[in-house]
């Protein structure tokens, strides 16, 4: 399973029935030491797959841009964090934007973010945005229609 295959957790996980947290904590060191984008993939599924929000969270926090994927699972425990860091994200994305395209993407973003927030929030930021980027006449337009 180090090497890639995230189809044998579930079986090695029913042999290993008895120690199922040793078991799951080993080979979660294990991925976490692997330093491969391979082992990283696997690491994520695993814990996404064990529901174990706290290292899903920390992926989060080291990758903003993972908070698109895993803000539904995270809102309920991580609230503030999770509509924080999406704010942040969006703004990240914001400032890298620079033709309409971008533009749309980052309101695609906010859209997504719709749905750990509130109306205030998305009028917040994108009032915020409107404020940042007012001299980009595109970004504003499509700001406008979302």
Do not use: H
């Not at 294990?30 to 391979?38: H, I, S, T």
């Not at 998305?122 to 409107?130: F, G, N, P, Q, V």
């Amino acid at each position: 399973m180090i090497s890639g295959e995230f189809e044998y957790y579930k079986e090695l996980k029913i042999l290993n029935k008895e120690n199922e947290d040793v078991f799951y904590f080993d080979i979660k060191n294990k991925l976490l030491c692997n330093k491969g984008w391979r082992g990283r993939n696997i690491y994520i599924k695993l814990i996404v797959f064990e529901n174990d929000l706290e290292e899903v969270m920390k992926v989060v926090r080291e990758d903003i841009s993972k908070i698109e994927v895993y803000s539904d699972i995270l809102k309920d425990k991580y609230e503030e964090e999770v509509r924080d860091l999406y704010i942040k994200y969006i703004e990240i994305q914001a400032s890298r934007a620079s033709d309409r395209n971008q533009y749309k993407e980052v309101c695609r973003i906010i859209e997504k973010f719709r749905k750990v927030s509130d109306n205030n929030k998305i009028e917040e930021i994108k009032k915020k945005l409107r404020g940042l980027y007012r001299k980009r006449p595109a970004f504003i337009d499509e700001l406008s229609r979302g």
